[in-house]
Nanobody
């Protein structure tokens, strides 16, 4: 059964760091472009960063230089290293895979990131 489970969120002060994890139920990173998405209250879900099966990465302008996406294919894990966090990074963060117009799985519960002093 296709499943992705996000973890690692929490409350952090501005300027702090967090590492989010996404556990996949199978070896999918060679097939799908994997991505981290976020949804803030009252806003639509947006792409934060993604990584292709070939390892090419793409970041939203708002997180460039602060966030790093990576995968560990042996462990079927994807990560989002977040540094220099800002209050506007506050959102529920989700992971998913995409292949053309097809999503790997339905959206999970996500993990809440709150940046506040």
């Amino acid at each position: 059964q296709a499943q992705l489970v996000e973890s690692g969120g929490g409350l952090v002060q501005p300027g702090g760091s967090l590492r989010l994890s996404c556990a996949a139920s199978g070896s999918i990173f060679s097939i799908y472009t994997m991505g981290w998405y976020r949804q803030a209250p009252g806003k639509q879900r947006e792409l934060v960063a993604d990584i292709t099966s070939g390892g090419s990465t793409n970041y939203d302008d708002s997180v460039k230089g602060r966030f790093t996406i990576s995968t560990d294919n042996a462990k079927n894990m994807m990560y989002l290293h977040m540094n220099s966090l800002k209050p506007e990074d506050t959102a529920v963060y989700y992971c998913n895979g995409r292949r053309g117009s097809r999503w790997y799985t339905s959206w999970g519960q996500g993990t809440q990131v709150t940046v506040s002093s």
